[in-house]
């Protein structure tokens, strides 16, 4: 049904938005109704038993990592799964892409990201909950290059196995938003070519990736890979956090038998490693997770440890240390009118040394004008003018108030944004406190290495020639006095524009610095060679591995999520083979 008349546009804008509201109420309504009978091996941490049987696997995370790992391993063996967090099927923030903003601005202790400063100051979210970083991420999806795997000594034919097993299961190609569409092309007007179409292999030029959005704006997160587990043998169990890794520390080298964890009403519980051979406990809780809990557990520096009267297992300097994250400065195109949400589906692999993507529409919506929103927020300095040592929780008040006041217009618009692909700066973890509740003190030292800097500023200078591109003209063309009007709003709404001065390396070198956010790319922790062997068993400690982004030395891709998951499958199907032979059936 359609209106005409003076009222028409008001009321079809109403009915537009109520029947958005009611096919997002039913699409979580028959979420609600079915994911308990796809997953029945899901439950709360206080419905363990300490009188369960033990188990073959313990896995420690339920993240980009964990789930498939788990999944994999419970084909053959009884495995357990405990995640922090809760599950991702009934909420509303993370299953759609039109919340993906309202989900990283929750603070609070339920949320499903929680929220971190880094000493560097600036501000971050790390994962809790099941399905980890594909909950809260931008979705989307491309594959490690050649060369990646080639470093990392892993097996080429596995990995082109393991990567479809993920994708078959959640990955898309996604309905290409006008925005990205002109971002594709004016990557290609000023030289970043060829188009290699849509393809989740990672070379030189432009291209369309995938993402684990569906064409509904529904998330399908890493949590889904569960449904190929053997329900039979496979107990997951969320608001679970673990405490620590237990160990007898009897014979010559400590041997992990256990793991410690508290239930959703604070209530402790253990649970056991079988002791039949090959049984391992295996940690999955991410790049600050897994060197956290590996600290807290009594494996680490000795000196950090003993400080907070941590019983020290293992001396290990290394754990915590070679942190990296791929630093992000993006720049705010206004338009000239509203333009439609859309998250990460096109990038630009350069020669320079970074990565261009882009997105929009998610400042405009009006929760976003009324609270700060994530990604796409001034107030937590996400797109902010303010330096990252400025960005301080008054800030973000002071701000909060006064954005009511700021026109709409002002919001209207995309990012471009730049990220550096291989960055050399490095930082650490450090204990605060043994409460695992608590994030650790993250250091990044963003652009402490020159190298950096100078990509920054290739990339920033990349993203000056996109937004001056004729494929641009459609959303930013309009006279001058309309251009001035929006500019001066987009600089009182303390979003990012273009520099003035961008013919001017050391003035582009401040701006790097002062505007560097996180894309959450962050990674390191507990590398090869140093906390793990190449095949991720924990140096000098028996039946323990690491298996995720904490053992990278470098973000695979332009973006890590594939790799991640793929890593999961990859070391799941490599263990059972270890382990079985021939009988893996693998």
Known sequence: MAVVGPLSVIFNLLLSLLVSHLHFTILIQAGEGRWEDKYPFIREASTFSSFSDSYDYIIVGGGTAGCPLAATLSTKFRVLLVERGGVPFTNANVSFMQNFHISLADTSSTSASQFFVSTDGVFNSRARILGGGTCINAGFYTRAGPSYIEKAGWDSKLVNESYPWVEKQIVQRPNLAPWQEAVRESLLEIGISPFN??????????????????????????????????????????HATVQKIDFDTSGKK??????????????????????????????????????????????????????????????????????????LNTIFVPTNRPVEQSLIQTVGITKKGVYIEASSGFGQSGDSISCHHGVASAEIGQLSTIPPKQRTVEAIEAYRRSKKNIPHEAFRGGFILEKIALPLSRGN?????????????????????????????????IVEKIAKSKHFTNFT?????????????????NVNLIPKHTHNTESLEQFCKDTVITIWHYHGGCQVGKVITPDHKVLGVHRLRVIDGSTFKESPGTNPQATVMMMGRYMGVKILRERLGKAAGL
């Not at 406990?281 to 557990?297: E, N, Q, R, T």
Request: hydrophobic share 35%.
């Open 477 to 493: 063309q309009c006279n001058k006095e309309t251009l001035d009007r929006l500019l001066n709003m987009s600089v009182q709404a």
């Open 254 to 327: 400590p041997r992990a038998v256990g793991v410690i964890f508290k239930d959703e009403n604070g209530k402790e519980h253990k649970a056991f490693l079988s002791t039949r051979k090959g049984s391992e406990i295996i940690v999955s809780s991410g790049a600050i997770g897994s060197p956290h809990i590996l600290m807290l557990s009594g494996i680490g520096p000795k000196a950090e440890l003993e400080k907070l009267n941590i019983t020290v297992v293992l001396d290990n300097k290394f754990v915590g240390q070679g942190m990296s994250d791929n630093p």
């Open 429 to 461: 973890i450090s204990l605060v406190t043994t409460n695992p509740d608590d994030n650790p003190s993250i250091t990044f030292n963003y652009f402490s290495h020159p190298r950096d800097l100078k990509r920054c500023v290739n990339g920033i200078r």
């Open 197 to 238: 179409g849509f393809t989740y292999d990672h070379i030189y030029g432009t291209k369309v990736g995938g993402t684990i959005f569906d064409h509904f704006g529904r998330r399908h997160s890493a949590a889904e890979l569960l449904a190929s587990a053997n329900p039979n043998k496979l107990d997951v169990l969320v």
